[in-house]
T-cell receptor, first 119, second 115 residues
Framework: GAGVSQSPRYKVAKRGQDVALRCDPI?????LFWYQQALGQGPEFLTY????????KSGLPSDRFFAERPEGSVSTLKIQRTQQEDSAVYLC?????????????????FGDGTRLSIL | AQTVTQSQPEMSVQEAETVTLSCTYD???????LFWYKQPPSRQMILVIR??????QNATENRFSVNFQKAAKSFSLKISDSQLGDTAMYFC????????????FGGGTRLMVKP
């Protein structure tokens, strides 16, 4: 498909388990973002990649959260020792834009998200 | 840091009528982008309209238009001739001028279009 693909669409895990969420961006998109969206709220930034480089991880809420994009395409968001407050929709977005591009008109394209429920 | 505020948690409008969704933001940046995104129950964020802060002319996209007041830091969305398919969550978002930066979202407005 031509859009951003995220899997799984739903994930249920018991508290304390580790989970891995996958994002397959649009082919050729340099930038990749992860956002966390709690129920009834707007998305909040977690981390940003330009190609394989993680340029900003200031939004990751704790050291239990880890993201990688080893070959500059597919990205994985891993959450270790999950807690109930980790329950949320995790959105991935990709863009042709590069950091420090000036006056770029490249929008972010979002996937359908993964709904994570921690029991 | 930037903040985005949407003061209307829920709104409703009759089909074919016009509705305006409010958004205010706070930033010390002079150049930036503002966006409205639509999120239907399928969860995918869909870009509705975009405004560059250095452009005085308000952006329009078919039935969607914005009222951008830079001095007041206000960015409202007007939906004309509302359709049932417009029912969704709407999020206002801010992005700094250097493309590649993250979006800062407001808390959202749930819009219901009634037949």
């Amino acid at each position: 498909g031509a859009g951003v693909s995220q899997s799984p669409r739903y994930k249920v895990a018991k508290r304390g388990q580790d989970v891995a969420l996958r994002c397959d961006p649009i082919s050729g998109h340099v930038s990749l973002f992860w956002y966390q969206q709690a129920l009834g709220q707007g998305p909040e930034f977690l981390t940003y990649f330009q190609n394989e480089a993680q340029l900003d991880k200031s939004g990751l809420p704790s050291d239990r959260f880890f993201a990688e994009r080893p070959e500059g395409s597919v990205s994985t968001l891993k959450i270790q020792r999950t807690q109930q407050e980790d329950s949320a929709v995790y959105l991935c977005a990709s863009s042709l834009a590069r950091l420090w591009d000036r006056d770029s008109n490249q929008p972010q394209h979002f996937g359908d998200g993964t709904r994570l429920s921690i029991l | 840091a930037q903040t985005v505020t949407q003061s209307q948690p829920e709104m409703s409008v009759q089909e074919a009528e016009t509705v305006t969704l409010s958004c205010t933001y706070d930033t010390s940046e002079n150049n930036y982008y503002l966006f409205w995104y639509k999120q239907p129950p399928s969860r995918q964020m869909i870009l509705v309209i975009r405004q560059e802060a250095y452009k005085q002319q308000n952006a329009t996209e078919n039935r969607f238009s914005v009222n951008f007041q830079k001095a007041a830091k206000s960015f409202s969305l007007k939906i004309s001739d509302s359709q049932l398919g417009d029912t969704a969550m709407y999020f206002c978002a801010f992005m700094k001028y250097n493309a590649g930066n993250m979006l800062t979202f407001g808390g959202g407005t749930r819009l219901m279009v009634k037949p």
